[in-house]
């Protein structure tokens, strides 16, 4: 990335053991937009002043606005990309949208601290946001997700992963930003864990123990790791994941928090096209048959000096 292009929020930092995912929406009044951009010139301090005290944990916090609000927060231009969530519906599979207003991404090696940075965040948007979800990932053994997988495998990293997530010149006011879809899936894994490991192999593509990708000559057109991978022009383009499990046993909750950060909306939704509908129609991702989205939300994330100049803009619209 050229030295002129403003520095991304933590998009690409490293997994950590522990994240807190918030979305939340914000208050109908003036004085809630008032206090959301306000705390926008906050965030980097608030993640400095926590994350200072435990330097090797890695604390982060990406911070992501969706479409509804951003024109009210920030007033134009808006970033070329942002829209709402893009529901997919295919037979009984469907990608539900649920609202969302702000995404907090907070990550760090050692839950206190997610915990922490969360209290403080929420003591100082009191009043002004609604949560409407709040999920605790953390990492489950070597980085397997809740159907037993290693998760994350094929991320791209180094200058690669800040290429393939990071807006450019396409659209100037908004270089250093990235696009950012979560979806909170629920595993019924009773079922799951019913099958053969090789059948599940042949779902996600991959071995289960040793994390090798199938050979080409067995592994199906419909597996996940087929159907997510995509060109354009004839060459890949990649996302990033920070998936995460959640769950609560006792209630028989399973869950994987898919979280995929992009340079455009465009290949996420391709992703989950493939995924839902099929690639051809019909041929769907089989994870699907064992899994189901209960949240899905767009963002647009701006870059961090962005984010601190945010608390500074005078939104047209009066609200
Ligand atoms: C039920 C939820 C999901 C589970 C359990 C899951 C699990 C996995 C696993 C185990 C892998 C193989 C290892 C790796 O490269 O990470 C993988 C790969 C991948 N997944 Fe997912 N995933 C889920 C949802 C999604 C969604 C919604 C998308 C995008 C819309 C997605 C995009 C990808 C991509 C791009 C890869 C890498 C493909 C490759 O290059 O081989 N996943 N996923």
Redesign the pocket.
């Known amino acids: 990335m050229s030295d002129d292009i403003p520095e991304p929020q933590a998009v690409c930092h490293p997994i950590t053991r522990s994240a807190i995912f918030l979305v939340a929406t914000v208050g109908p009044e003036k004085d809630h937009a008032d206090t959301v951009r306000s705390w926008c010139g906050d965030v980097a301090a608030l993640v400095r002043a926590i994350g200072t005290r435990a330097p090797v944990a890695n604390l982060s916090c990406v911070v992501g606005f969706g479409s509804d609000v951003c024109e009210r927060l920030f007033g134009a231009p808006r970033p070329a990309s942002l829209h709402p969530f893009k529901e997919v519906r295919a037979d009984d599979r469907h990608a539900v949208s649920t609202p969302g207003d702000i995404l907090m991404h907070i990550r760090a090696d050692h839950m206190d601290l997610c915990f922490e940075l969360a209290s403080q965040i929420m003591e100082k948007l009191d009043g002004a946001v609604t949560v409407v979800d709040e999920v605790h990932g953390f990492r489950y053994f070597d980085l397997r ?3 037993g ?7 791209p990293s180094g200058r690669a992963a800040e290429s393939f997530t990071s807006v450019g010149s396409e659209d100037a006011d908004f270089e250093g930003g990235s696009y950012v ?1 979560v ?1 909170k ?1 629920l ?1 019924d894994l009773k079922a799951w864990n019913a099958l053969p490991v090789e059948k599940q192999e042949l779902i ?3 071995k289960k123990l040793s ?1 090798v ?1 199938l050979d080409a000559s067995v592994k199906p057109s419909s597996s ?2 087929s159907l ?2 995509i060109e354009e022009d004839g060459k890949e383009v ?2 990033l ?1 920070h ?1 995460m499990v959640f769950g609560r046993p006792g209630s028989a909750e399973f869950g ?1 928090y ?1 979280i ?1 950060y992009a340079r455009t909306p465009k290949p ?1 939704e391709q ?2 096209d493939n ?1 839902f509908i099929g690639r051809p129609p019909g041929n769907y991702d089989r ?2 048959d064992y ?1 189901r989205a209960v949240t899905g939300s767009l963002f647009f994330v701006p870059s961090a000096e962005l984010l601190d100049d945010l608390a500074d803009r005078e939104p047209s619209a009066g609200k």
């Open positions: 997700d809740m159907v997988f290693v998760d994350c495998t094929e991320n879809i979806q899936y595993h996600i593509g991959r994390d990708e996940h790791s997510t991978t990649k996302i994941r998936n994987t898919f995929g996420i992703m989950m995924m994870i699907l899994s």
